[in-house]
Structure formats: structure tokens, C-alpha cells
């Protein structure tokens, strides 16, 4: 079942989170070191601010009571001085700013090039059971989420506790009884923090699992416009889709209301304990324990000091959906890799082609084989057909054949060589495959072209072009070879696609070949351009070929007859006939007024 469809009513551990944060972040601890120690200087310096307020409103209090007059040079002193302090804050505070972004943009940099690494390492099960739109979330709206609040969340955490520290000691110079009162709000306005913001991250973690819902919604509704019209289907997607938006705007705006609660709370908290120290303050004042400019100092120091305490209430929300965004990235790049391999790995220094199966078992879970004791020889250059109903096995030979798996027994083997013993890449590249469902990216032709083979000249492209009759309609077209074709390639029919992925792989020019299902899609004129071409690819090489139509396959070498897993017949195709099996029920059974139908 893919993960964003799994209900997550608890958030993971929040310590392994953190723990995968610090490790990671030990890159940048240089930048990140630089940017606290920064924000501690700025902090302070601002904090003698309200200190040396108060000593200006003390001295024009009494210089106006001794002389009836304001000592303004005593009094301009502190003002430079404060004037000082406060620019040198705020250019301090701007650096580390700078300084921290660029730590955090360039981890932000970092965990994508960790997600794409990780997509190669990944095995095709894996994409197999999973949505692209909830890969594509993690890769981009998990990591924005992380990077654009990483940055806040370490300058202001920091500043904010070195304020309240620096603050307390301020206050406790200038009175401990009011200090006291000061500090009762602490533990409560904590305790409310600490409730809040536990119930509040495994909504924010919900709402993270419902946006990668919503993305692999908004992605197969975009690409399958075409089949959702053809089938009338828009009402039914557009439920579907407003479903999954309804519990995004559910768990968004329950986790948003939660968070906004610890506010309020701790906003009344410290206004009642601001106005006991008003009262308090103005008595001391009034009987001489403390100067007016002591209590202006100590006022604005509480005031300071539940600015901070706030602050943490409001990022508490962002650091719960900022782990919870992190989670769904850890988790992605925690994924089971494919299987490492073989060390030392063998190697074929020149293929031949010839392939063969060992009794081969295998299945995609283990309560259901696909293939069961599939053995067959298969000589350099045959061309070999793969046939049989739905299900039967047939894609999941070749998805064998390039070790996109591995058989749960038995084993395939290259020219004697063991495929399991070889890399996958090298196994890879032994193969060229022209598929059912083409794909090209965006681009020009010829760099969809060059594909398979980066160093192929402009010549060797218009020769394999020609091989595969798509070189006149690429010159027909505005540009040529530098004509772009679109991200999904719709300014081009499905017939000139797979000539175009036909001539790719000429271009790549790969021992052996697999033709997946390649004539399915088009006209019989397009058809028998597919086949003119492929017979030239295949020419000399051991191919594969995936019969969707079986009078297309009539001259191969071997047919493989497959049902449930299992070769039931094999021969070439006059022999298969003349057995008048289960091919030749497949093969009469496609003629209808001698048309070949599916």
C-alpha cells in the first residue's frame, strides 16, 4: 500500500528526527557556529538598551529637580552610546542572517540531491507501489518546508532563549522581588506551550501525508485529461480530488487553530503578571526603593521578556510541521536500496548474446508466483517472441532479463555469465528497449535522440533516423532536428514516438534488444514502419520481442508460448500451428474478417 495513503494518527520519533538534523547539519557547523555566536553578541548588545533608557529618564529627572533644567551633556552621551549599541545590533543581526540562510539553502541544496541519488538507488518494487505525486511532494513542498523554516527556527530559538536569559539577569539586577513575579508565568506559559504543541504535531504530520495525496491527485488527473473525457469520468475525479482537498483544509486548519491557542493563553498570563509589577513597581518608586528610571528599565524588560516567551509559543507550530515535513524526507531516504553488487563483479568482454534461463521462480510477494521453473536456451542472434494472454508472465521476463529484479530462484545467465554476478548497469546496458508506453523528454529531437549514446555524431542520428523511416518527417518540421518536443511530447503522434525511440535505440546500438508490446498503439501503416525498422534493428542481435499482435511475430526464431507463469509451448510459429495448442487458439482467435484484432 504506498505510504501517503496510510493513515498516521501519532507523529514519529521526534528525537531521531533531531538527532538526523544535527548529524546532517555538520557540514555547514562553521556557518551555523558563526551565525549563533552572531545573534548571541547582537542580543546582548541590545538588551543594555533599555538600561541606559533608564538612566537618561533618571538623569533629566534629576537635573530638573536640582537645576530646573535638562543636563543635555550628560544626557547626549547616552543617547550616542545607546545609538551605538543598537546599530551595531542590528548589523550584527543582519550578518548572521545572511550567514544562516546560506547554511540552510545549501542543506536545502543538499537533502535534493540526496532525494535524486536516492531515486537511482532505488529498486523499481519501489516505484511499483508508490504514487509519483507523493515522491514529488517529499522532493519539493517536504524540503520547502524544511529549508524555509530551518533558518527561523535556529536564529530565533537561539535569540529567544538568550534573551530570557540575558533579561532575567537584568531584571534581578534591578529588583529580585519583581524578578519573582516575573518568573511566575514562566512554568505556566511552558506547560501550555508543551500541551499544545504535542497534540498539535500529529495533526500538522496528517496534513503532510494529505498533501502528497493531493499532488498524486492533481498529477494523474492532469496526465489522464484525455481517458477522463473519453469515459466521462470528470465528475467522479473532481470528487475524488475534492475529498482529499476537504481533509487537507480539515487537518490544516485544526493543527493552524491548535497552535494559535498557546497565543492567547500565555498573552493573558503575561499581561496579568505585567500589571502586579506596574502596581508593585510604582509603590517601591514612590517610596524611594527604586529611581523612575530603574522601573521604566525594569518595564521594559518585562515586556521584552514575554516577547520572547511568545515567540516560542508561535514557532512551536512551525518546528511541529517543520519535523513533521523532515520525517517524510528521512523516511524517503531510508527506503531498502537494491541489493549492492557482486564484489568483484564478472564482466563480458564481448557479448555474443546468448541467453539462458535456469529455472527460474519468481514472484513480485510471496503469496503470488508469476514465474515457476521457466528454463530456455537461446542462441546469439535468435530472435526470440514472447506470447500469451494477460498476466501470464511475459513483461516480467524481460523486467528479469534487466535485473530490475531478481528471480527468487534460478538464475539468468548472459554468454555463460550469471546476471546476478555482474552489475546491473552492465546488465543495463546490454539492452535496448523500445516500449509500449514510449517516453521522451524535453527537449530537442536530437538531444531525445542522443539519449542512449552521449557521444553519437550528428550523422550516426540521420543514419539511424533513416534505418527507421522518421528522418523525412523530422526534416518536415520547422526546426528539423532542433525542433522541441513538448514534457509530454503531444506535439507528435504515438506512431512517430516509438520511430523516434526505435531510432534511439539504433543510435545506442546495444548487443541485444526488447521490444515491449511496441506496435499496440498505432495504425498498420505506422505498424509495418515499426516492423521494417525493428527487423533492422534486430538485425544480427539476440532480441526479445513482447507479441501483442501475433501476426507480427510470425518469423521469429522461437516463440514462447507462456500461460500462468509457465512455458506451455515453443517452437516457431509453423510449428505452433501445426500443433494446433494453445498458440494456435491465440493466433485464430485475433483473425476476424481477416483483420488482425487484439
Known sequence: ???????????KNFGKVLKTFLRDLKAWRVLIIVSMVLTVISVILSLFGPMILGQITTEAVASVSATGAIDWGVISALLIELVILYVASAILNYIQGVTLSIATERYGQYLRDQIIEKIARLPISYFDKNQFGDTLSRMSNDIDAVTGSLSRILSEVLSDVVTIIGILVMMMTISVPLSLVALVIVPLSLLAISRIAKKAQGLYRTNRVVLGELNSSIEEDYAGQSVIKANSHEVISIEKFERANQRFYETGWKAQALSSLAYPIIHVLTNLGYAI??????????????????????????????????????????????????????????EPEEAPDAEPAQEIAKVQGKVEFHHVDFSYNPEKEIIRNFSVKIEPGMQVAIVGPTGAGKTTITNLLMRFYDPTNGYISIDGVPTREMKRADVRKLFGMVLQDTWLFSGTIEENLRYGNLQATHEDIVRATKMSSIHHFIESLPKGYKTEISEDSDNISAGEKQLLTIARAMVANPPMMILDEATSNVDTRTEQLIQDAFAKLTHGRTSFVIAHRLSTIRNSDLILVMKEGKIVEQGN??????????????????????????
Request: hydrophobic share 45%; aromatic share 10%; glycine share 8%.
Open 573 to 598: 510459429h509453423e510449428q505452433l500451428l501445426a500443433q494446433d495448442g494453445f498458440y494456435a487458439e491465440l493466433y485464430n482467435s485475433q483473425f476476424a474478417e481477416g483483420e488482425v484484432a487484439e
Open 1 to 11: 500500500m504506498p505510504r501517503m495513503m496510510q493513515e498516521t494518527a501519532k507523529p
Open 277 to 334: 509589577i506596574c502596581v508593585l513597581g510604582g509603590d517601591m518608586v514612590i517610596k524611594g526603593k527604586l529611581a523612575i528610571g530603574q522601573i521604566q528599565a525594569f518595564i521594559q524588560y518585562v515586556s521584552q521578556f514575554n516577547q520572547p516567551i511568545q515567540g516560542v509559543s508561535q514557532i512551536a507550530s512551525n518546528i511541529q510541521s517543520t519535523m513533521a515535513a523532515a520525517e517524510r524526507v528521512f523516511d524517503f531516504l531510508d
